[in-house]
């Protein structure tokens, strides 16, 4: 059931830390996130936009819906945590899979869409996006601890369309606070509801084994950054 328009913006916790892009010490990888469009009218969709963008020759696994014991990754894992009543359907990317062995990645900036359609009877006003993203990036021959933040948005309907995008905002979190959103997180309307396999993506491609890399990405895995 849709909720009504948020009426607590002014009693919210503390600002986010950053908004629309968050740039950790190290810089890798830059993390984006944002809302389309500004304003948009009942009956009309949404998106919510977020993107993992590593250095070059760093790449970041592929999403699933849960962080299954046993992997030699830790996959990314997008959480909505509340989205006022509105539907949202499963994370979608263009960016191709490439497979070695259980490894599944991303190279290069990979950017997942989260359609969140508005019901005809919507009433005008905010409706409050919250929830956490949780990836690992590695290169071929070392990892760095998986890691999260936790996002805020809304998506803001009113009676005309107003394009452009609305920024998230973004806190640190540790990847254990995603895997825990993910558990209790707000079911996919598409059907891909509960556990889901590595999110199979568009054109994957499969290449040889590389033990020493799935040696690293166990590794690193195993450092959840709780």
């Avoid at 959103?181 to 396999?197: E, F, Q, T, Y």
Wanted: hydrophobic share 35%.
């Amino acid at each position: 059931q849709l909720g009504t328009p948020d009426q607590t913006a002014s009693v919210r916790p503390e600002p986010p830390k950053a908004f629309g892009e968050f740039v950790g010490r190290d810089r890798n990888p830059i993390r984006r996130g944002h809302i389309e469009p500004q304003v948009v009218t009942p009956g009309e969709t949404a998106k919510l936009i977020l993107t993992v963008a590593p250095e070059p020759t760093w790449h970041v696994y592929a999403r699933a819906d849960e962080a299954k014991a046993g992997l030699p990754f830790r996959p990314t894992l997008i959480a909505l945590t509340s989205t006022a009543g509105l539907q949202p359907k499963a994370p979608v990317t263009n960016s191709p899979i490439v497979t070695k062995e259980e490894l599944k990645y991303h190279e290069g900036a990979t950017t997942w869409t989260i359609e969140l359609p508005v019901p005809e009877d919507a009433k005008p006003g905010e409706y409050k996006i919250d929830g956490y993203l949780g990836y690992q990036i590695c290169t071929d021959k070392t990892c760095l601890s998986p890691k999260a933040l936790q996002f805020r948005g809304q998506v803001q309907v009113g009676p005309e369309k107003v394009a452009g995008t609305a920024p998230l905002g973004f806190d640190e979190a540790g990847y254990g606070s995603a895997m825990k959103a993910s558990a209790s997180r707000i079911a996919w309307s598409d059907g891909h509801g509960g556990k889901l396999k590595v999110d199979a993506g568009v054109g994957s491609v499969n290449f040889a084994s590389l033990p020493l890399m799935i040696g690293f990405s166990l590794l690193g895995g195993l450092i959840l950054n709780l």
